[in-house]
C-alpha cells in the first residue's frame, strides 16, 4: 500500500449536536491527532461554541468505532488499518468526546461528585492529585480498577485499556471500564508495628508463662 499523504476526516462532537458534522478536507497524514484537535476546535463550524467547551474543562480524546485513539497516533497509522474509499482517497469518521469517569468512593472525590472528568493518558499519579479532595493526601492514595486492583502511579488509564464512559451513551448501565476507585495505600511503618507488637505480646507471655511454671516447680 502507497503511504497515504492527506486524509479526509469527518468529526463529530456529541457535546455539540447542533453544530453536526463537518468534514476536514486533505489534512495532512502525518499529523498527530492532538494536532487534529486543535484544527478542529479552531474550525468556523464550532467557532459559536468556544465558550461552551472552555467551560466545561474537560479532557477530549477522538474516538474510532468502540476505540479511544492515543493522541500521538498519527491519521496516516488509521488510514493504513482502515484502507482507502473507492475513490482511492482515505476517509475516516471520527467522534470527539470528553474524558468522563465514575470515580469513588464520593467522600474521597473534590466536590463530593462521582462521575469526574479525568484525562485518560495522563500518569495516574496526576489524576489522584486531581480527584482526591484537598484534605487527604495523594501519596497516601492509589487508583484501582473495578477489581479493586491497584493500578501502577506511573502509567495511565489509557495505557490499561481503561477507556472512559460515553455521556452520550444510551446505555443505561455505566460502562464497567468507567468505574475506578481510591484506596488507602498501607506503609510499611504501620505494619511493622503491628508485627512489633504481636512479637512483643508473645515474649511477654511467654516470659511470663515460663517464670510462673518455674516458680510452681519450686
Request: with cysteine; net charge positive.
Amino acid at each position: 500500500m502507497n503511504s497515504v499523504q492527506t486524509v479526509d476526516v469527518n468529526i463529530s462532537i456529541p457535546e455539540l449536536p447542533e453544530s453536526g458534522s463537518f468534514w476536514l478536507r486533505n489534512f495532512p497524514a502525518h499529523h498527530h491527532l492532538d494536532e487534529l484537535y486543535q484544527e478542529c476546535v479552531n474550525r468556523p463550524e464550532i467557532a459559536h461554541a468556544q465558550s461552551f467547551l472552555q467551560r466545561v474543562r474537560a479532557s477530549r480524546h477522538f474516538w474510532l468505532g468502540d476505540t479511544m485513539l492515543r493522541r500521538r497516533q498519527t491519521l496516516a497509522e488509521l488510514a493504513q488499518t482502515i484502507g482507502s474509499a473507492a475513490n482511492g482517497k482515505f476517509e475516516i469518521a471520527l467522534v470527539l468526546r470528553r474524558d468522563y469517569y465514575r470515580i469513588g468512593p464520593v467522600h474521597l472525590v473534590i466536590g463530593g461528585k462521582g462521575h469526574i472528568y479525568v484525562q485518560a493518558e495522563a500518569p495516574i499519579k496526576d489524576v489522584i492529585a486531581q480527584v482526591l479532595v484537598h484534605e487527604e493526601r495523594s501519596c497516601c492514595f492509589d487508583l484501582c480498577d473495578r477489581h479493586y486492583r491497584r493500578l501502577d502511579r506511573e502509567k495511565s488509564l489509557a495505557d490499561y485499556g481503561l477507556w472512559p464512559a460515553w455521556e452520550d451513551s444510551a446505555r443505561q448501565e455505566f460502562p464497567a471500564r468507567a468505574r475506578l476507585a481510591l484506596r488507602a495505600r498501607v506503609s510499611w511503618l504501620p505494619r511493622m508495628c503491628y508485627v512489633g507488637a504481636v512479637l512483643l505480646g508473645f515474649a511477654i507471655g511467654y516470659w511470663s508463662i515460663s517464670a510462673l511454671l518455674a516458680h510452681q516447680l519450686r
